[in-house]
């Protein structure tokens, strides 16, 4: 028989028995089992942790458990002082692109409205959200973590709020998107960039009121939806600056929203 010693960190306790939460507690591993079953069997999704210590060492998921081992698990970190460090999955390459799961439609669209590549459909099935992620290298959102169980993803973020601006702000502070926000370049509808065009090009299909009213018309290239700004960008634009925490959105005077 094997016992290992566990302790989990911050958000990582909210997956945990409530009397294993903020404290080093032991539990029978069965033979020769690696660290990655264990924390997922104690109900922790691999996606949510970043950095494993065995008796103070980094290690990766693969490791095999001995009697007496303490392992510490970490959740997703911005610094921390661990030489060597071993890195549980490869780094990202390029910009981070998202998938959420059939639940989270509200939190897709506020995603893209920031600019941020992000698919979703509302009849998506856990099988199909796995394989789109690991054959795009897409980051897999939800509250479902039974999905993020699944070994097809790699990376992936359990949101434990509930209310939509509350998840947008988990996902900006957790990938360090703020930098990295293009606002209202994104249709809201299918993911699609955003392109300028003449407004001769697009006039048949915008409301009379509206072809009077504004000069700037996009078009999605994935979709053909022409995009204006309405009288509500304004409210839009003081949106995207609280997800952002700030009182202004600078240098977005080019975006664009269907009125």
Request: glycine letters at 6%; proline letters at 3%.
């Amino acid at each position: 028989m094997t016992v290992a010693y566990f302790r989990f960190y911050a958000e990582l306790n909210n997956f945990l028995a409530p009397w294993q939460r903020q404290q080093c507690f032991s539990h029978v591993c069965s033979r020769d089992a690696s660290v990655k079953h264990m924390i997922e069997a104690l109900g922790v999704p691999h996606t949510e942790v970043e950095l494993i210590l065995v008796d103070g060492v980094s290690v990766d998921f693969s490791h095999r458990l001995q009697d007496g081992e303490r392992v510490s698990v970490y959740p997703s970190f911005h610094d921390i002082d661990v030489t060597p460090l071993t890195r549980l999955r490869p780094a990202p390459q390029g910009v981070d692109r998202f998938i959420a799961d059939a639940h989270l439609g509200q939190l897709a669209r506020n995603l893209r409205m920031l600019g941020f590549d992000v698919l979703y459909r509302n009849d998506y099935s856990d099988a199909e959200v796995a394989r789109i992620a690991a054959s795009e290298d897409r980051i897999v959102l939800t509250r479902d973590r039974d999905l993020l169980i699944r070994k097809e993803i790699v990376r992936g973020c359990y949101l434990h709020s509930v209310a939509c601006d509350l998840q947008m702000a988990e996902v900006l502070s957790r990938f360090r998107l703020a930098a990295a926000v293009n606002a209202f370049s994104r249709c809201l509808n299918c993911n699609g960039l955003l392109q300028s065009v003449p407004k001769s090009d697009v006039q048949e299909r915008v409301p009379d009121h509206s072809r009077k009213a504004y000069d700037r018309f996009y078009e999605c290239q994935g979709c053909a939806q022409v995009y204006w700004e309405g009288s509500h960008v304004a409210r839009m634009r003081q949106r995207v600056a609280r997800m952002l925490g700030e009182e202004s959105v600078a240098g977005q005077e080019d975006g664009s929203v269907r009125k």
